[in-house]
């Protein structure tokens, strides 16, 4: 079904990155417990800017992003998505480790919301990954789950979603780079070029190329 995730995986064969994406995911949701009925699920937006937070940090090894439209509830804008981890939540839903949920908001806009199926992890994930993760996803003053909101800032348009602390009287908060766009090429792709290295040469054959 999906482009380049062929391979069959087993939850003996899965990646370290599989595994990270799996973490952070464990971190925000949970099925329901006997003290607590409800599921707990994590919105796809929150996961994507920890996902990129986490490849700037060098924390999945084959994971790579790129500017993608997104719609978010004020319009479309650009971020920087890994196709990587989109292909790997639909390897770990395969595998039945994750479930995905689909919220329809107040702004009829779609959104994937996902969640770990069992309270323990059902492979075991490399320490340093767990802490690599723990670090990126607790307040670096507290130590309480972060969370992320859409804030635009007055002052820089390209800073949108805060990451910040919800503990009451914690004020940190830092803006996340997953809407700095680095590079523009996107903006002229429609577009043919006229390209001078071509003048002179045989139009049908530049065409095969
Ligand atoms: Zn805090």
Not at 60 to 89: C, K, M, T, W
Not at 105 to 129: K, L
Not at 151 to 168: F, R
Request: a negative charge; hydrophobic letters at 35%.
């Amino acid at each position: 079904m999906m482009k380049g995730s062929k391979k069959a995986w087993t939850l003996e064969t899965i990646t370290d990155d599989h595994k990270a994406l799996y973490y952070i995911i464990s971190r925000f949701s949970s099925p329901s417990r006997e003290a607590q009925k409800v599921d707990i699920w994590l919105k796809e937006l929150p996961l994507r800017v920890f996902v990129f937070e986490g490849i700037v940090d060098k924390i999945f090894v084959h994971y790579d992003y790129s500017p993608a439209s997104v719609e978010l509830p004020d319009g479309r804008r650009y971020l920087n998505i890994s196709q990587e981890a989109e292909d790997d939540i639909a390897d770990l839903r395969e595998l039945g480790v994750i479930s995905c949920l689909k919220l329809s908001t107040t702004t009829y806009i779609t959104v994937n919301a996902y969640r770990v199926n069992q309270h323990e992890p059902p492979f075991a994930i490399p320490e340093g990954t767990k802490a690599a993760i723990d670090k990126l996803v607790r307040c670096p003053s507290c130590g309480t789950l972060l969370d992320t909101d859409l804030v635009p800032d007055p002052d820089d348009e390209e800073n949108l979603i805060l990451i910040h602390c919800k503990k009451e009287g914690c004020d940190f908060k830092r803006y996340s780079a997953i809407t700095k766009i680095e590079d523009v090429s996107y903006e002229t792709s429609p577009y043919l070029p006229d390209i001078p290295f071509y003048k002179g040469q045989d139009e049908h054959e530049w065409r095969e190329e």
